[in-house]
């Protein structure tokens, strides 16, 4: 398909949503990450059966993490998605990055200039 | 087991900002379970704290590490050398833990980084509920084994109030009635002659009233 998606993520496959903690996604923002994209598979298709509902409440609980260092919750996203999607997953990513270019670099990024680059894309292997 | 939330992050780093070495203590016992003070908890709040460093300016640093109990002096001896090395300790065990902590090191500031909250059990999947004051004085055999002082928001010993509304309590309606529980629980074992019975006055003195309480075996002792 040749459909191309933003060079400034980093895409870490894993088993499994449900593989992912919440220090997972802590360690990413302590490293620098401008934000963390979670991109599990649909609800209700998850090979280990909840695995990604899992994920999703982790999520959630990070989201409030965020919040009481006071950093955007937007930061980090989960979604939903099959391996098959590709187009849906470009565009996901493309939001992604607009959210977090409007949102400004991470206060933890070492880079110095004002263009967020290293997003964290968490993605599942089917 | 003991259960404790976490405190929220601004307010152990307003308590911990003074400091430039921080360590953060888990505890692998009843905080854990409880997911509140384990190996996994101390990981996630020092990343926290880690970050609240660096996006508000405070210089300290934080290490990480979870001994086995921190109400045990074997297992506290075990982390002196990285307690010696820090300016102060943010323990993640209960109010026991903390104190223990804080009674062994004179001169180190030690902090509680959770609200101890009650003993109880794990009611189903992450969902603790309290069952027991330590009173000091268990009446749980008269009672169907379903504890009146922890159970009725009124601690009625000669219940119910009157005041319930079909099985809720009328102080949160979100909680069963403590002493409709104790009548079905006494009715089900065929003990409910036990409600005729009037019960004096308990004797607070054994609870926390009396001040903080301590209880010697003397036959254990060397």
Same mark, same amino acid.
């Given at each position: 398909?040749? =459909?191309q998606y933003p060079?400034?993520?980093?895409i =870490?496959r894993? %088993?499994?949503t449900? +593989?992912? *903690?919440?220090?997972?996604?802590?360690k990413?923002f302590e490293?620098g990450?401008d934000?963390?994209?979670?991109a599990?598979?649909?609800?209700?298709?998850?090979?280990?059966?909840?695995?990604?509902?899992l994920?999703k409440?982790r999520?959630?609980?990070?989201?409030?993490?965020?919040?009481e260092l006071?950093?955007?919750p937007e930061?980090?996203?989960? @979604?939903?998605? &099959?391996?098959?999607?590709?187009?849906?997953? /470009?565009d =996901?990513?493309?939001d992604?990055v607009?959210?977090i270019?409007?949102?400004? #670099? &991470?206060?933890?990024?070492?880079?110095k200039?004002?263009? %967020?680059?290293?997003?964290?894309?968490?993605e599942i292997?089917k | 087991?003991? /259960?404790? *939330?976490r +405190?929220?992050?601004?307010?152990i780093?307003e308590?911990?900002?003074?400091?430039k070495k921080?360590l953060v203590?888990g505890?692998?016992?009843c /905080?854990?379970?409880?997911?509140?003070?384990?190996?996994?908890e101390?990981?996630i709040?020092?990343s926290?704290? !880690?970050?609240?460093?660096?996006?508000?300016?405070?210089e300290?640093?934080?290490?990480?590490?979870?001994?086995? !109990? #921190?109400?045990?002096?074997?297992?506290?001896? *075990?982390? &002196?050398?990285i307690?010696?090395?820090?300016?102060?300790?943010?323990?993640?065990g209960?109010?026991?833990?903390v104190q223990?902590?804080a009674?062994?090191?004179?001169t180190? %500031? /030690?902090?509680a980084g959770?609200?101890? &909250?009650?003993i109880?059990?794990? *009611?189903?999947?992450?969902?603790?509920?309290?069952?027991?004051?330590?009173c000091?004085?268990? @009446?749980?055999?008269?009672?169907?084994?379903?504890?009146p =002082?922890?159970?009725?928001?009124?601690h009625?010993?000669?219940g119910?109030?009157?005041?319930?509304?079909?099985?809720?309590c009328e102080?949160s309606?979100? +909680?069963?009635?403590?002493?409709q529980l104790i009548?079905k629980?006494l009715k089900s074992?065929? #003990?409910l002659?036990?409600?005729k019975q009037i019960?004096?006055?308990?004797?607070?003195g054994?609870?926390?009233?009396?001040?903080?309480?301590?209880?010697?075996?003397?036959d254990? !002792?060397?």
């Open positions: 398909m040749r =459909i060079t400034n993520i980093r =870490i894993t %088993p499994c449900g +593989k992912l *903690e919440v220090e997972y996604f802590m990413a490293n990450a934000g963390v994209l979670i599990g598979c649909e609800e209700g298709g998850c090979h280990f059966i909840e695995g990604n509902l994920a409440r999520v959630n609980y990070t989201r409030e993490l965020l919040k006071g950093l955007s930061r980090i996203r989960m @979604v939903n998605i &099959s391996a098959a999607m590709a187009r849906p997953f /470009v =996901i990513v493309n992604m607009e959210t270019k409007g949102l400004g #670099q &991470s206060p933890l990024n070492p880079k200039d004002n263009q %967020p680059n290293t997003n964290t894309t968490l292997t | 087991m003991i /259960v404790a *939330e +405190k929220k992050i601004p307010e780093v308590i911990i900002k003074p400091h921080v203590l505890c692998g016992t /905080v854990t379970v409880c997911l509140a003070g384990g190996e996994r101390v990981s709040i020092s926290a704290l !880690r970050i609240a460093a660096r996006v508000n300016g405070y300290y640093e934080i290490e990480e590490h979870t001994i086995e !109990r #921190q109400c045990d002096n074997v297992f506290i001896e *075990e982390a &002196s050398e307690i010696a090395r820090n300016d102060a300790v943010v323990s993640l209960c109010g026991a833990g223990a902590i009674e062994r090191y004179n180190k %500031p /030690v902090y959770l609200n101890t &909250s009650f109880g059990i794990l *009611e189903e999947r992450a969902v603790w509920t309290e069952k027991c004051a330590a000091g004085d268990c @009446v749980l055999h008269e009672y169907g084994g379903i504890c =002082i922890t159970r009725c928001a009124k009625l010993l000669n119910p109030c009157g005041g319930s509304l079909e099985d809720r102080v309606p979100d +909680k069963p009635c403590g002493w009548y629980r074992i065929g #003990q002659d036990r409600l019960k004096p006055p308990k004797n607070w054994k609870s926390l009233a009396g001040g903080s309480r301590i209880i010697v075996r003397e254990h !002792r060397i």
